[in-house]
């Protein structure tokens, strides 16, 4: 993951500053630019009561979900059973979320390239903005035999952070790794996440996304 453009500034980082964008603070007649607390928050409540948001389509809490043709999971398959009961299933063992069999679609700024090549996912943020995703909506999958997310940034030259969201639900994730500056794995517990919320039906639906953030 890549930006380009940008101004290396003096970064800070307060706790619970959301995620609607930079917040700027004036520290002895200097103004720094303070990361978010997360990459993304969920902003359900305009998506399913607004059709468009003039102006604001391409910013990174609807860059993903509006107006776009998602795809729920490519390795879902539906069995008719002869009491006419239907039955998903997923073919194969470990989903692929990037690369050119990845099992959905990523979305971000149309100004950020997305390119999917062998296994990997490779995002250059060239928009303006001091925070940006990539961000795949949708995701219907088993967390009975999916529990966790496993995300592998192998390079990179700004923050970068990864975050869970549920569908329909607006607020802080249910999910998130703490902010990355380096290279790095991150692995997300998602069935103890969806436990602890209270969930009790065994498929979900989330919104995956991998953020970046510069000075």
Not at 86 to 91: D, K
Not at 136 to 148: E, Y
Request: aromatic share 8%; net charge negative.
């Amino acid at each position: 993951m890549t930006e380009t453009g940008t101004d290396r500034s003096e970064d800070r980082y307060i706790p619970g500053a959301g995620s609607r964008g930079p917040v700027q603070r004036n520290d002895r007649a200097r103004t720094t630019t303070v990361r978010p607390c997360f990459a993304l928050e969920g902003h359900e409540d305009e998506v399913y009561h607004e059709q468009s948001l003039p102006g604001r389509a391409t910013e990174p809490e609807y860059c993903a979900f509006l107006g776009q043709s998602w795809t729920f999971n490519r390795a879902m398959r539906w069995a008719t059973t002869p009491n006419a009961t239907v039955l998903p299933y997923e073919a194969g063992g470990m989903l692929a979320l990037t690369g050119e069999e990845r099992i959905s679609d990523w979305f971000s700024d149309p100004a950020n390239p997305l390119r999917h090549t062998g296994t990997e996912l490779s995002l250059e943020k060239r928009s303006a903005r001091q925070r940006e995703v990539a961000a795949l909506p949708g995701l219907q999958i088993d967390l009975d035999r999916h529990p966790t997310l496993n995300i592998i940034v192998s390079a990179t030259t700004a923050m970068w952070q990864v975050c869970v969201l549920v569908k329909g639900r607006s607020g802080p994730p249910l999910a998130a790794s703490d902010w990355q500056a380096t290279p790095g794995e991150v692995t997300l517990d998602l069935a103890t996440a969806w436990q602890a919320r209270g969930y009790t039906l065994r498929f979900a639906e989330l919104h995956i996304a991998i953020g970046l953030t510069v000075p």
